[in-house]
């Protein structure tokens, strides 16, 4: 129990750093951006907007820093994000709630999937060093360097515009109104196909890695060699033995990867102009929307603490050794 | 915590063989990192006699319009008729450039702040190791894009330092475990002792021993640091006047290259990528296995064995396998070792012999 209060205790001040950088982002920035932005829009912006904007860049007069921090937090407590200019006058709230879900099913998918797959190759590679799977080593070294993005292209390329056999942009047919019904979400399945096996391919590897050198270190451990020597099945040693000691710095590292993993995906929604959070992050890039850009940040932030926060607890359920402490 | 190649490092340090001077630099041995060195000379080359090597200007425009890989263009033509070789060959510098400058940046930073805290320890190593491990969990990449798209100028330089700041971290938390473990060596007491100052004994006696971590980490930032870069030209956000790879892949996505199956425009930049981030991860691969015999890939004499548990195969690369059947030798190390009785192997009984550290 102390683990996991140290935990949240730790993520909340990690949330409390990542709202302050936030805050502090545009305010430490040189120059001006607003008469920037207001001239690009020319006069396009309503007053609304541009008193916004000010607000956000710490330039309304005679507010001290502080008296704009708290202002600012009780704007985020409200969950008042401001408003994007590129979706005017939609609250930047409203935005992300709507392409949200879409992150939240693509990630959490083909996170499962390819920490699945990785790790039960890597067990498998591990426990037979010296065979043909190490031959697979350098393939994966070679995909995970490749980024995120361009293994979409290519996907785009070989398997949208010369095969068309899959949809190469969106996450539904345009067609369908969305709803909780099947040709919707047959649809949104069939256009996550490309997008979720780009991510799988890019992320696999990583975990295969790292369980393999982990079952290479454990199945050189003493009790796996008794377990060996009291005539246990090569299965059950493999796996109850060895695999499960060996996933645990695995589920560790779960947690520390994850950030990367998330912003991947951004960079795949980026490419198939999947309805998710990155797409629209991409979208405020292109259009200088800062209200959206940092609302983005912040709920991705957000949800990754939150996402380290449940890898935490499923590792003091499986590691005694946390529980212990307490 | 995860117990990676890293952690076991200083314990499984192998004594070095007769060329002990060398020793400091085996890891550079062997076929991957070989590999890696090769490609990542190669690309150095280009990055240094790129501008020279190009055939045409990369801005240049022509009339030759989305022409497919020929003798005159080896990469193609872009859809105003620039050379997509050019702009290869004179982008790299500028990736390079960020990757080096990036990495160096996060390793001064990962050294302060990770050796500091283990070494220092109490209140200061309890503050350095929240920071960083804060930094650890904050998603690098979007806040790499919301600082990059705040600021007006976006150069190389800032690009870097931007790339730097966001991901030091990882490299000061391995770190500081790995200085934790070396602060308490005799060896360390006896400097204290000796009365050294603070800064000597972490210049002297404990840098030297986390070359290999350090060096790890370097390439590793190195790998994120071209990714990140690639990614911020490729979404617009950095400069786009400026030719790197990321730019290339920019104009090819604005202009749908992809519709229009002008395949040689996005595939050589990638490919680049790739082959930069595989030869970073191969040297890496070398470190790692120096620092951790047991992850190295059976080759040679060794391959005939079938690998079992509680065999632990270490890097064995003259001595023939003498064990018998079912019998598992444990942490044998030198691959030098003569034959002879010390081949010869232990019964169960017998405490296994260990190897002077």
Same mark, same amino acid.
């Given at each position: 129990?102390?683990?996991?209060?140290?935990?949240?205790?730790?993520?909340?001040?990690?949330?409390?750093?990542?709202?302050?950088?936030?805050?502090?982002?545009?305010?430490?920035?040189?120059?001006?951006?607003?008469?920037?932005?207001?001239?690009?829009?020319?006069?396009?912006?309503?007053?609304?907007?541009?008193?916004?904007?000010?607000?956000?860049?710490?330039?309304?007069?005679?507010?001290?820093?502080?008296?704009?921090?708290?202002?600012?937090?009780?704007?985020?407590?409200?969950?008042?994000?401001?408003?994007?200019?590129?979706?005017?006058?939609?609250?930047?709230?409203?935005?992300?709630?709507?392409?949200?879900?879409?992150?939240?099913?693509?990630?959490?998918?083909?996170?499962?999937?390819?920490?699945?797959?990785?790790?039960?190759?890597?067990?498998?590679?591990?426990?037979?060093?010296?065979?043909?799977?190490?031959?697979?080593?350098?393939?994966?070294?070679?995909?995970?360097?490749?980024?995120?993005?361009?293994?979409?292209?290519?996907?785009?390329?070989?398997?949208?515009?010369?095969?068309?056999?899959?949809?190469?942009?969106?996450?539904?047919?345009?067609?369908?109104?969305?709803?909780?019904?099947?040709?919707?979400?047959?649809?949104?399945?069939?256009?996550?196909?490309?997008?979720?096996?780009?991510?799988?391919?890019?992320?696999?590897?990583?975990?295969?890695?790292?369980?393999?050198?982990?079952?290479?270190?454990?199945?050189?451990?003493?009790?796996?060699?008794?377990?060996?020597?009291?005539?246990?099945?090569?299965?059950?040693?493999?796996?109850?033995?060895?695999?499960?000691?060996?996933?645990?710095?695995?589920?560790?590292?779960?947690?520390?990867?994850?950030?990367?993993?998330?912003?991947?995906?951004?960079?795949?929604?980026?490419?198939?102009?999947?309805?998710?959070?990155?797409?629209?992050?991409?979208?405020?890039?292109?259009?200088?929307?800062?209200?959206?850009?940092?609302?983005?940040?912040?709920?991705?932030?957000?949800?990754?603490?939150?996402?380290?926060?449940?890898?935490?607890?499923?590792?003091?359920?499986?590691?005694?050794?946390?529980?212990?402490?307490? | 915590?995860?117990?990676?190649?890293?952690?076991?490092?200083?314990?499984?340090?192998?004594?070095?063989?007769?060329?002990?001077?060398?020793?400091?630099?085996? /890891?550079?041995?062997?076929?991957?990192?070989?590999?890696?060195?090769?490609?990542?000379?190669?690309?150095?080359?280009?990055?240094?006699?790129?501008?020279?090597?190009?055939?045409?200007?990369?801005?240049?425009?022509?009339?030759?319009?989305?022409?497919?890989?020929?003798?005159?263009?080896?990469?193609?033509?872009?859809?105003?008729?620039?050379?997509?070789?050019?702009?290869?060959?004179?982008?790299?510098?500028?990736?390079? /450039?960020?990757? /080096?400058?990036?990495?160096?940046?996060?390793?001064?930073?990962?050294?302060?702040?990770?050796?500091?805290?283990?070494?220092?320890?109490?209140?200061?190593?309890?503050?350095?190791?929240?920071?960083?491990?804060?930094?650890?969990?904050?998603?690098?990449?979007?806040?790499?894009?919301?600082?990059?798209?705040?600021?007006?100028?976006?150069?190389?330089?800032?690009?870097?330092?931007?790339?730097?700041?966001?991901?030091?971290?990882?490299?000061?938390?391995?770190?500081?475990?790995?200085?934790?473990?070396?602060?308490?060596?005799?060896?360390?007491?006896?400097?204290?002792?000796?009365?050294?100052?603070?800064?000597?004994?972490?210049?002297?006696?404990?840098?030297?021993?986390?070359?290999?971590?350090?060096?790890?980490?370097?390439?590793?930032?190195?790998?994120?640091?071209?990714?990140?870069?690639?990614?911020?030209?490729?979404?617009?956000?950095?400069?786009?006047?400026?030719?790197?790879?990321?730019?290339?892949?920019?104009?090819?996505?604005?202009?749908?290259?992809?519709?229009?199956?002008?395949?040689?425009?996005?595939?050589?930049?990638?490919?680049?990528?790739?082959?930069?981030?595989?030869?970073?991860?191969?040297?890496?691969?070398?470190?790692?296995?120096?620092?951790?015999?047991?992850?190295?890939?059976?080759?040679?004499?060794?391959?005939?064995?079938?690998?079992?548990?509680?065999?632990?195969?270490?890097?064995?690369?003259?001595?023939?396998?003498?064990?018998?059947?079912?019998?598992?030798?444990?942490?044998?190390?030198?691959?030098?070792?003569?034959?002879?009785?010390?081949?010869?192997?232990?019964?169960?009984?017998?405490?296994?012999?260990?190897?002077?550290?």
């Amino acid at each position: 129990m102390k683990y996991i209060l140290q935990r949240i205790a730790f993520y909340a001040i990690t949330a409390w750093a990542a709202i302050t950088i936030n805050f502090l982002i545009p305010r430490l920035m040189p120059g001006d951006p607003v008469e920037a932005l207001i001239s690009r829009y020319q006069g396009q912006l309503d007053t609304s907007a541009i008193a916004s904007l000010q607000a956000l860049f710490g330039l309304e007069e005679n507010a001290s820093i502080w008296s704009q921090y708290t202002d600012y937090w009780s704007h985020l407590l409200d969950g008042d994000l401001g408003l994007s200019f590129t979706f005017f006058p939609t609250p930047v709230g409203e935005v992300i709630s709507q392409s949200l879900p879409w992150t939240l099913a693509l990630v959490g998918i083909t996170t499962l999937i390819s920490f699945l797959l990785g790790t039960g190759i890597g067990v498998y590679s591990g426990w037979r060093r010296g065979s043909w799977l190490d031959g697979l080593l350098p393939v994966t070294t070679f995909i995970s360097a490749i980024p995120y993005f361009w293994l979409g292209l290519i996907a785009i390329a070989v398997f949208a515009v010369k095969w068309q056999i899959f949809p190469a942009a969106g996450g539904y047919d345009n067609s369908l109104v969305p709803a909780f019904d099947w040709p919707f979400v047959s649809s949104a399945l069939y256009h996550g196909v490309l997008p979720g096996v780009t991510i799988v391919l890019s992320a696999i590897a990583g975990w295969i890695l790292g369980m393999r050198n982990m079952m290479v270190t454990v199945s050189s451990e003493d009790y796996v060699m008794v377990a060996q020597a009291k005539g246990l099945s090569e299965r059950r040693v493999m796996f109850s033995y060895a695999a499960r000691n060996a996933v645990l710095p695995n589920i560790s590292g779960f947690a520390l990867s994850l950030g990367f993993i998330v912003g991947g995906t951004l960079l795949v929604e980026m490419v198939f102009s999947y309805p998710g959070i990155g797409y629209q992050l991409f979208q405020a890039v292109g259009a200088k929307d800062y209200p959206l850009m940092q609302g983005v940040f912040l709920i991705i932030t957000l949800s990754v603490l939150a996402a380290n926060l449940l890898a935490d607890m499923a590792y003091a359920l499986l590691d005694p050794r946390t529980r212990k402490e307490a | 915590m995860s117990v990676t190649a890293t952690d076991v490092a200083v314990l499984d340090d192998p004594p070095t063989p007769a060329a002990a001077g060398r020793a400091r630099f085996r /890891f550079l041995r062997g076929g991957k990192t070989r590999t890696g060195l090769l490609i990542l000379a190669f690309f150095v080359i280009l990055a240094v006699a790129g501008p020279w090597l190009a055939p045409y200007d990369p801005d240049a425009m022509s009339d030759q319009l989305l022409q497919p890989p020929s003798s005159a263009h080896w990469f193609g033509t872009t859809q105003t008729g620039q050379d997509v070789l050019s702009q290869i060959l004179v982008g790299t510098r500028g990736v390079l /450039f960020v990757g /080096f400058l990036a990495g160096i940046l996060a390793t001064v930073l990962s050294v302060l702040i990770g050796v500091s805290a283990g070494f220092l320890g109490g209140a200061a190593d309890e503050i350095l190791s929240m920071l960083s491990n804060i930094f650890l969990v904050i998603p690098g990449l979007p806040l790499i894009i919301i600082i990059a798209s705040f600021v007006e100028d976006t150069g190389d330089l800032l690009i870097a330092a931007v790339i730097a700041l966001t991901s030091w971290a990882w490299g000061a938390r391995v770190l500081r475990a790995q200085t934790l473990s070396l602060r308490r060596r005799d060896y360390v007491e006896a400097a204290r002792a000796t009365g050294e100052s603070t800064w000597r004994i972490i210049l002297f006696e404990v840098m030297p021993n986390l070359t290999a971590v350090i060096a790890s980490g370097f390439v590793g930032t190195v790998i994120f640091a071209v990714l990140s870069e690639i990614t911020l030209a490729f979404i617009g956000v950095a400069d786009i006047s400026h030719w790197n790879w990321g730019t290339v892949l920019f104009w090819a996505q604005s202009n749908q290259a992809l519709a229009q199956g002008a395949w040689w425009w996005f595939v050589p930049a990638g490919l680049c990528i790739a082959l930069l981030g595989t030869a970073l991860s191969l040297i890496n691969f070398g470190i790692d296995e120096f620092v951790n015999p047991r992850l190295r890939t059976a080759t040679g004499s060794s391959r005939k064995v079938r690998m079992r548990v509680g065999f632990t195969p270490v890097a064995r690369t003259t001595a023939p396998e003498k064990t018998a059947p079912g019998f598992t030798p444990v942490a044998r190390t030198t691959a030098s070792a003569a034959p002879g009785p010390a081949e010869e192997p232990e019964s169960p009984g017998t405490p296994s012999k260990e190897h002077s550290a």
